[in-house]
């Protein structure tokens, strides 16, 4: 069964260390894959996404995530984190032929100053 | 350009009422989703819908109906209040499916208390 899994529910950094956020998806064929943030109270807002082509791909606010398909992983990285990244983030696997997409667990950020 | 619009944004409701939350965009978008929100579940698909008149279920359908009468509407009705529907609700919509890599767009929520 296409699955989306976060195994990490809370994180907490530094302000300005580097962050990963890990997920892990099991899908049949290439899925597409997305990470979004949630700040308290709101709905969702896309961070980036993977469709195909280079496994790097490039968000907003300075986030990053590399898909590895050897490892059925796309982690969320940024280099230096901003007291405003505080939020959660939440990673989702599309399928091939349908609009659903299935939501990981969600991991909570925290920034410490 | 409201984008998606969910009414109301918090309501608590008896065991056993019903209400419906409203969902509205103005994007002209086919596809159109309800997703609920529980503390460490993650974002549960309950139904969605990818043209007027058509609508599906998605992973946790029961207790809850839609319909789809326009491109803009997409209102989740609850017949039955039951306390396990407590919950955060959050309607989406998409230009097209995941297989065009449409990404979501979404509402701010509607809180619902089942007391």
């Known amino acids: 069964a296409q699955s989306v899994t976060q195994p990490d529910i809370h994180i907490t950094v530094s302000e300005g260390a580097s962050l990963e956020l890990r997920c892990n998806y099991s899908?049949?064929?290439?899925?597409?894959l997305f990470w979004y943030v949630q700040s308290p109270g709101q709905g969702l807002q896309l961070l980036l996404k993977y469709f195909s082509g280079d496994t790097l791909v490039q968000g907003i606010k300075g986030f990053e995530a590399e898909f590895k398909r050897s490892q059925s992983s796309f982690n969320l990285r940024k280099p230096s984190v901003h007291w405003s990244d505080a939020a959660e983030y939440f990673c989702a696997g599309g399928s091939s032929n349908t609009g659903k997409l299935i939501f990981g667990q969600g991991t909570t950020l925290q920034v410490k100053p | 350009n409201a984008g998606v619009t969910q009414t109301p944004k918090f309501r608590i409701l008896k065991i056993g009422q019903s209400m419906t939350l409203q969902c509205a965009q103005d994007?002209?978008?086919?596809?159109m989703y309800w997703y609920r929100q529980d503390p460490g579940m993650g974002l549960k698909l309950i139904y969605y819908s990818v043209g007027a008149g058509i609508t599906d279920k998605g992973e946790v359908p029961n207790g809850y109906n839609v319909s789809r009468s326009t491109t803009e509407d997409f209102p989740l009705r609850l017949e039955l209040a039951a306390p396990s529907q407590t919950s955060v609700y959050f309607c989406?919509?998409?230009?097209?499916?995941?297989?065009?890599?449409?990404?979501?767009?979404f509402g701010n929520g509607t809180r619902l208390t089942v007391t």
């Open positions: 899908y049949g064929a290439t899925p597409y």
């Open positions: 994007m002209n978008h086919n596809y």
């Open positions: 989406a919509s998409s230009y097209s499916s995941g297989r065009t890599n449409s990404p979501l767009h």
